[in-house]
C-alpha cells in the first residue's frame, strides 16, 4: 500500500508492506508497485455495537424505553421470539458489513444470556474480526449459575442503564466479573442524568453513552480512567444531540460506536461523517479527536493509545482511494464504495469494480474456521 500514512494525529507520504498478514516494513517513500494507493489509516474499532439487533427488520417508531429498554422493548420482545438461526443469519450479514467498510475489531453488548452469546459466536464464526463481547443474564435478575455461565463464554458483563435493574443485582454481577478477572460494562445516563457514585462504585471498565451527565460526572469518569463510548447516530434517532466539544473538553478517553444494528448501518464511515457534522451544533472539535475515537482501543477497552500502523504488528488496515489533498475532511466525506483496500490479519480484499473481492479474486465465502480469539481485558 502507498500515499499517505495517517500517524500521531496527521497524515505523511509513506507505504507499507504486508507478507502474511504481518507489517513488515513502514517506510516514508511511496511505493512504485502498490496494491492500493490512497489514505491508509489503522482499521476501525466499532466500541459499541448490538450486532443481534440484526434481525429486529420492523420500522421503528416509539420512544427510546418503548423500542430498546429491557424485559419489555420491542427489540427484546423480537429476540425472545426469533429462531436462532434467523439472528444467526441476521447478524452474520451485519458483521461481513462491518469488515467490508473496514472494521476489524468490535465490542458487542449481547443480551439473551448464554444463548444470546452461542448465536453470536456462530455468526461470527470463521470472519476475520476481534470481538469483545460483554455477555448479559437473560432475566432482569441475577442468578449465580447464570453469571458464571456468561462470564465463562465472554470477556465481562454488560448491563442496560442501573435505571433498570436492582442495585444489588448489578452490584453481584460487577462483583463475579471482577473476580475472574473480566470486565463489567454499562450504559449511563443515555434517558436521564444517573448517580455518578452509584456508577462508578460498580468499578466499571467502559460506560457507554452519558450524554445526560453533567460536567462534574465527566470529571469523576476522567478521573477514574474510565473509557466512555459515545453513539451520535443512535442518540439522535432518540432526539438527543450528542454534545461532542464537551465530551472532548472534559478529558475522558472516548470511543466511537454505532450501537443498534436495527438503527444504524456498521460503517464506522457513516458515524465519522455524521460525529463531525452533529459536534458542529455545539462549536465543533479537532478533527483529529473525532478520527482517533473510531481508531483506539483496537485490542482491549482499557490502556494507552496506540494509533498506528506498526512494523510487527497484524496487518489490520484501511486504504481510502479519495481525491484532492490527505487530510480530515476526506476521511468523513469517504463513501464506502471510496474503501480501495480492506486488510484484517491475514485475510485481505481490494476494490474490483462495484465491490471488494479477496485479493486472489474471489468475493469472501462464508467457512468453518476456529472460534474468533478474544482479547483479555486489562483495567487500565
Known sequence: MSGWL???GRFREGSVTVEEGVVVSVRRQRSREAIATGLILPAFTN????????????????????????????????????????????????????????????????????????????????????????GRPSGMTYDNAEARAILNAADGIGISSLLDWNADDAAKLARDAHALGKAFAMHASERVREDIDDVLDLRPELLVHMTEATDADLARVRDARVPVAVCPRSNAFFGKVTDLPRLVRSGVRLVLGTDNAMINS?????????????????????????????????????????????????AELVVLDVAGRPNFAAVFRALETDIAFVSAGPEAWRRRGDGLVETGGRRPAPRKAPRPRRPRLRRP
Open 6 to 8: 495517517y500517524e500521531d
Open 47 to 134: 466500541a459499541h455495537t448490538h450486532a443481534g439487533d440484526a434481525v429486529v427488520q420492523e420500522d421503528l417508531k416509539g420512544t427510546l424505553d418503548e423500542i430498546v429498554a429491557p424485559p419489555h422493548g420491542l427489540k427484546h420482545r423480537v429476540l425472545a421470539a426469533a429462531k436462532d438461526e434467523d439472528v444467526i443469519d441476521a447478524t452474520r450479514a451485519y458483521l461481513e458489513d462491518m469488515v467490508d467498510t473496514g472494521t476489524t475489531s468490535f465490542w458487542d453488548f449481547r443480551e439473551m444470556g448464554v444463548r444470546g452469546l452461542r448465536q453470536l459466536y456462530a455468526a461470527a464464526l470463521g470472519l476475520p474480526l476481534r470481538p469483545v463481547v460483554f
Open 266 to 314: 456498521p460503517s464506522m464511515l457513516r458515524e465519522l461523517d455524521f460525529a463531525w457534522k452533529v459536534s458542529r451544533l455545539r462549536g465543533g472539535v479537532e478533527p483529529r479527536a473525532l478520527l482517533d475515537m473510531a481508531l483506539r482501543g483496537c485490542t482491549r477497552v482499557g490502556g494507552e493509545d496506540r494509533i498506528a500502523i506498526v512494523e510487527g504488528d497484524s
